[in-house]
């Protein structure tokens, strides 16, 4: 499984950004799928995910309120609507994806198989 994702780029703050994560085999087949975050000098940290069936999403505290995950039905793609950036949400973006069905998904990066590029997020003031 080959993720592709996209949508970063630079916004101020209170600004939004949509990050798309695609697959060829999302059309096929629903995965279950999170985003990873990465800022320079810190360990990785999950932001949020969605699980196989797409109707349960959850967040780290940091982006709830902010941050809303979905998947379109048509190919499987899946979104990462980011509302109200902050300084602090500046990283490199990963989605991240498995196979296994999942009735509730987890914000733990060992549960993910598949890890795409990654796509740069940067909030200024």
């Known amino acids: 499984l080959q993720l592709q994702a996209s949508g970063g780029g630079s916004v101020q703050a209170g600004g939004s950004l949509r990050l798309s994560c695609a697959a060829s085999?999302?059309?096929?087949?629903?995965?279950?799928t999170a985003w990873f975050r990465q800022a320079p000098g810190k360990e990785r940290e999950a932001v949020s995910c969605?699980?196989?069936?797409?109707?349960?999403?959850d967040h780290v505290d940091s982006v709830k309120g902010r941050f809303a995950m979905s998947r379109e039905a048509a190919n499987g793609t899946v979104y990462l609507q980011m509302n109200s950036l902050k300084l602090e949400d500046t990283a490199l973006y990963f989605c991240?994806?498995?196979?296994?069905?999942?009735?509730?998904?987890?914000?733990?990066?060992?549960?993910?198989?598949?890890w795409g590029q990654g796509t740069q997020v940067t909030v200024s003031s």
């Open positions: 085999e999302f059309a096929s087949h629903y995965y279950t």
């Open positions: 991240a994806a498995q196979r296994n069905y999942r009735e509730q998904c987890a914000l733990n990066a060992w549960e993910y198989t598949y």
């Open positions: 969605i699980n196989t069936d797409g109707d349960r999403i």
